[in-house]
T-cell receptor
Framework: GAVVSQHPSRVICKSGTSVKIECRSL??????MFWYRQFPKQSLMLMAT?????????EQGVEKDKFLINHASLTLSTLTVTSAHPEDSSFYIC????????????FGPGTRLLVL | AQSVTQLGSHVSVSEGALVLLRCNYS??????LFWYVQYPNQGLQLLLK??????LVKGINGFEAEFKKSETSFHLTKPSAHMSDAAEYFC????????????FGKGTLLTVNP
């Protein structure tokens, strides 16, 4: 299967600071990338969908000014959590899909964010 | 609208026993169906997918699933459980619209007893 990486794998930051998470497709061109949030022992919650070169589409209830998503190339998407607060602490997972398998999402390993 | 129901949040089996994880879906159009596995503190790994070809789908690690339209089910099975199969399993459905967005079930935690 296709490979997606995320960086960093875990990050601790102070309340009020911003954190950027990178998501890269390593062996395919991800025309669409997705960002999810997962709380402990729960399923994945889709935050937003982004197509390369376009603005991201956010799910209802997700603050687009707080969770900035950029998908500038076919292999890189970034999620920036601005002015992070303790309630933003979570496990963030990205995924990508390419033209060869539009219907299939390949997931990154996730990023654990802890806001103090 | 699409939805997924995974029956049983926790399934426990003995090593060597049959694994059966249940998934029922709802979709207004022919669906794409997926099973993913998640190990602790890791992302999701694709086990197998159904995309309207053969109804019996074989995946990695000896898992397979059968698409049954009449029952709106896509149950995951493995003939003989291994200790390394212990993980969280998610069933997901896509109706092909909206960039093939996935709707996930709540997950089933599989534990394997020695």
């Amino acid at each position: 299967g296709a490979v997606v990486s995320q960086h960093p794998s875990r990050v601790i930051c102070k309340s009020g600071t911003s954190v950027k998470i990178e998501c890269r497709s390593l062996d395919f061109q991800a025309t669409t990338m997705f960002w999810y949030r997962q709380f402990p022992k729960q399923s994945l919650m889709l935050m937003a969908t982004s197509n390369e070169g376009s603005k991201a589409t956010y799910e209802q209830g997700v603050e687009k000014d707080k969770f900035l998503i950029n998908h500038a190339s076919l292999t890189l998407s970034t999620l920036t959590v601005t002015s992070a607060h303790p309630e933003d602490s979570s496990f963030y997972i990205c995924s990508g899909s390419g033209l060869a398998e539009l219907e299939t999402q390949y997931f990154g390993p996730g990023t654990r964010l802890l806001v103090l | 609208a699409q939805s997924v129901t995974q029956l049983g949040s926790h399934v426990s089996v003995s090593e060597g026993a049959l694994v059966l994880l249940r998934c029922n879906y709802s979709s207004s159009v022919p669906p794409y169906l997926f099973w993913y596995v998640q190990y602790p503190n890791q992302g999701l790994q694709l086990l197998l997918k159904y995309t309207s070809a053969a109804t019996l789908v074989k995946g990695i690690n000896g898992f397979e699933a059968e698409f049954k339209k009449s029952e709106t089910s896509f149950h995951l099975t493995k003939p003989s459980a291994h200790m390394s199969d212990a993980a969280e399993y998610f069933c997901a459905v896509s109706d092909g619209g909206s960039n093939y967005k996935l709707t996930f079930g709540k997950g089933t935690l599989l534990t394997v007893n020695p």
